[in-house]
């Protein structure tokens, strides 16, 4: 399934490349496991690079991650304050409604029954 975007200039299917004068707050699940990831940026295709690339060891066992959802906004202080209200649980409620068509196009692994 395409990523979800919430920004008007951006295709859902594509990743902004290189440094522009807005900031992003982005969701990246783990292909291996359950585990989402909220941060924020200013290059988001490069931050999605490093990820990948295991710069950050605490999400190394995760690896490797793709992009499901990001948000594109003005500036830092924006981002900073929508990757916080993410990781609270009004943002985690609001990311599950909001992702659930992510979500629940997802085939179920063979030998696991839906919930």
């Known amino acids: 399934m ?12 594509s990743i902004p490349a290189g440094a522009t004068n ?10 291996v496991s359950d585990f989402l990831y909220k941060g ?12 990948n690339s295991g710069m950050t ?7 490797p ?11 830092r202080k924006d981002a900073v304050e929508r990757e916080r209200y993410f990781k609270s649980s009004a943002g985690r409620r609001f ?3 909001k992702l659930a068509p992510y979500f629940n196009a997802r085939p179920t692994e063979p030998g696991k029954s839906e919930e």
């Open 57 to 63: 060891k605490s999400l190394r066992p995760y690896l």
């Open 2 to 13: 395409d990523r979800i975007s919430d920004s008007d200039s951006e295709d859902a299917g």
């Open 95 to 97: 990311l599950k409604k």
């Open 40 to 51: 924020h940026c200013q290059d988001l295709a490069r931050r999605i690079d490093q990820h």
């Open 65 to 75: 991650f793709t992009l499901i959802y990001f948000e594109e906004l003005p500036t």
């Open 22 to 31: 807005s900031f992003f707050v982005y969701v990246i699940k783990s292909l």
